[in-house]
């Protein structure tokens, strides 16, 4: 199948692209390239023949009706978006844009390229939104969020996934577009842009510098491994059931501080320092509208596709640990690109 991959040059649309060729589909990887992409992260699969690609911006409409008149796909994976909710504290505007109005113009763009495919490729052709479960919003202590959970957003970020979220919806229900969901846990691994969580923590303390924890470190996340994320994307597109929403996670709870100081434990292996990595732990001011826990139940997605998650956290944390110090060369072209995880998104007042 040919798929149309778009945001595949970030962190978990390069780990799709990759899998999807390791696969034996034909990949179009759509991409803006925005602050965040790499394309070194797809360079193995680059020279690939059924590997090509288009740099384009999602809300560019003539040129992304343009790409599917030349490739003519047989699905889309949209995950191209603005990703992180620090920045999306800084110019909420620049994620309503991406990550709203580049999924409307995009479902348009896939709505025309199905109308006019002829039956048996129109029955077959998938529209596949990757969401987050921040949708959600925040859980307290106890409980998990199912697909059956109400949207409640609490940040620029997680409500402009949340709309695209309802327009994806809404194309399938108002004009039959034959689309599919997903709303995942946070994902961690190799190739992750060192604003996030896990690499920030890895790459500051490989530069000796403070390990930044937001607030008391207490918020609890469900981490998914990323290459364990791309296999349930390609499942849900393969054997998702039309129409419907699957929620991933990685069954892995834990408090911030448990994963920093995790990481710092492996990071002392790795990359041993005079002192413990974790004495340059520094708890900072914390996000405003900071969710306190999000948690998955994936009891759906195992039950009609048969997934689990294959990656347990503590050994998907070492494996990524040894990736950035082993490619410390990969961060280095970043940090000449300008970018060195310096803290962003303290609403000014
Ligand atoms: P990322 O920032 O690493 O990658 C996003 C990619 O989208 C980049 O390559 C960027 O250039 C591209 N992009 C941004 N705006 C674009 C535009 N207007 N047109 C075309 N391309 C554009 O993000 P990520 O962490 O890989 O997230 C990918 C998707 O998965 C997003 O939709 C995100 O909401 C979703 N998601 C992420 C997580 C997570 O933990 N990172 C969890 C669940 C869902």
């Not at 914390?286 to 050994?315: N, Q, T, V």
Request: hydrophobic letters at 40%.
């Amino acid at each position: 199948m040919k798929i149309l991959i778009t945001g595949g040059a970030g962190f978990i649309g390069s780990a799709v692209v990759r899998r999807a060729i390791a696969d034996g589909h034909d990949v179009v990887n759509l991409d803006a390239l925005t602050y965040s992409a790499n394309l070194e992260n797809v360079a193995g699969v680059a020279r690939d023949p059924r590997y090509a690609f288009e740099q384009a911006d999602v809300c560019d409409a003539a040129r992304i009706a343009e790409i599917f008149a030349r490739h003519r796909p047989d699905a889309v994976m949209h995950l191209a978006a603005e990703s992180h909710n620090d920045r999306a504290i800084e110019g909420p505007l620049d994620f309503v844009r991406a990550n709203v109005m580049g999924t409307a113009i995009l479902l348009e763009a896939a709505r025309a390229h199905w109308n006019g495919l002829p039956d048996a490729r129109k029955a077959a052709f998938r529209f596949h939104h990757v969401s987050t479960d921040e949708v959600f919003g925040a859980l307290g202590e106890d409980g998990d969020f199912t697909e059956q959970t109400p949207y409640d957003p609490n940040s620029p970020y997680s409500a402009s996934k949340a709309g695209a979220d309802h327009l994806v919806r809404a194309w399938g229900r108002t004009y039959g577009l034959p689309v599919v969901l997903t709303n995942c846990s946070n994902n961690y691994g190799p190739y992750q842009f060192p604003e996030k969580l896990i690499p920030t923590v890895i790459t500051r303390a490989l530069e000796g510098k403070t390990i930044p924890v937001y607030g008391d470190g207490r918020q609890v996340r469900d981490w998914l491994h990323v290459d364990d994320h791309a296999e349930a994307l390609l499942l849900v597109l393969g054997k998702g059931r039309l129409g419907e929403t699957y929620c991933i996670g990685g069954d892995a709870s834990k408090r911030n501080l448990e994963v920093v100081q995790l990481l710092c434990a492996h990071l002392d292996k790795y990359a041993p320092a005079n002192t413990s990595h974790a004495e340059k732990i520094s708890f900072v001011t914390d996000r405003p509208g900071h969710d306190f826990r999000y948690s998955i139940d994936a009891a759906k997605l195992e039950r009609e596709l048969g997934w689990r998650p294959r990656m347990p956290l503590e050994a998907g944390l070492e494996d990524t640990v040894r990736w950035y110090v082993e490619n410390s060369d990969w961060v280095q072209r970043i940090r000449e690109r300008g970018f060195h995880s310096e803290r962003l998104g303290l609403v000014q007042a």
